[in-house]
């Protein structure tokens, strides 16, 4: 499978590329999530990704999509800003980070149209497209993995903690061995 080399690893690999090489380089990266309650749920999986744990090369997405709820509170807020940095330390010079808004947690339509809108846009514009099903209650996860697998997007990420005590951690704090991130693509 082809992968678009991020903008980061181009400029770490310092040598012209092929026309044919930059338009598979021009390939935006999607991320598509829900929303949590912790910032945590939501930022270590992209971090994870960013740093290429778990998988054969890093996937950095130039584009994310959230999904907000009134439950959410401030979480989503501080998620984007980090998240906006965390992307820019990447090398993606101006991430766009897009939100998508359901007025109830149960509005199960409203969260698969999130995903199937995200995914059928990414695809339309050939972007490169992950799923995260870390956050979010597990219906969320569920309607998140279908939506991935149906609309087959690239990947369909789970960030994975070895134990409860780094639940509350940002991914830096947390030890190597203590973490993973799965791609269900490549297990099923």
Same mark, same amino acid.
């Not at 021009?26 to 998988?55: F, H, K, Q, R, Y």
């Not at 820019?88 to 809108?117: C, L, M, R, W």
């Not at 639940?167 to 791609?183: G, N, V």
């Given at each position: 499978?082809?992968? %678009?080399?991020?903008?980061?690893?181009?400029?770490?690999?310092?040598?012209? +590329?092929?026309?044919?090489?930059?338009?598979?380089?021009? $390939?935006?990266?999607?991320?598509?999530?829900?929303?949590? @309650?912790?910032?945590?749920?939501?930022?270590?999986?992209?971090?994870? %990704?960013?740093?290429?744990?778990? +998988?054969?090369?890093?996937? !950095?997405?130039?584009?994310?999509?959230?999904?907000?709820?009134?439950?959410?509170?401030?979480?989503?807020?501080?998620?984007? !800003?980090?998240?906006?940095?965390?992307?820019?330390?990447?090398?993606?010079?101006?991430? @766009?980070?897009?939100?998508? /808004?359901?007025? =109830?947690?149960?509005?199960?339509?409203?969260?698969? @149209? =999130? *995903?199937?809108?995200?995914?059928?846009?990414?695809?339309?514009? %050939? %972007?490169?497209?992950?799923?995260?099903?870390? &956050?979010?209650?597990? #219906? $969320?996860?569920?309607?998140?993995?279908?939506?991935?697998?149906?609309?087959?997007?690239? =990947?369909?990420?789970?960030?994975?903690?070895?134990?409860?005590? /780094? *639940?509350?951690?940002?991914? &830096?704090?947390?030890? =190597?061995?203590?973490?993973?991130?799965?791609? #269900? @693509?490549?297990?099923?």
């Amino acid at each position: 499978m082809l992968r %678009a080399l991020s903008r980061f690893e181009q400029y770490q690999a310092g040598k012209r +590329l092929s026309d044919f090489d930059e338009m598979i380089n021009s $390939m935006d990266n999607v991320w598509v999530s829900s929303g949590s @309650t912790t910032v945590e749920a939501m930022v270590n999986p992209i971090a994870a %990704a960013c740093a290429g744990d778990g +998988l054969e090369t890093a996937f !950095v997405p130039d584009t994310v999509y959230f999904l907000d709820n009134p439950g959410l509170g401030d979480a989503l807020s501080d998620t984007k !800003v980090l998240t906006r940095t965390l992307l820019e330390q990447n090398g993606v010079e101006s991430p @766009t980070i897009k939100t998508a /808004y359901i007025e =109830h947690e149960t509005d199960f339509q409203g969260i698969a @149209t =999130h *995903f199937q809108e995200a995914i059928t846009d990414a695809r339309d514009s %050939a %972007a490169n497209v992950a799923v995260d099903v870390t &956050p979010g209650r597990k #219906f $969320m996860s569920v309607i998140a993995f279908n939506a991935g697998m149906t609309y087959d997007a690239d =990947h369909v990420f789970y960030f994975y903690l070895e134990s409860s005590d /780094y *639940f509350s951690r940002i991914y &830096p704090e947390i030890p =190597h061995t203590a973490a993973k991130l799965y791609d #269900f @693509t490549e297990i099923l």
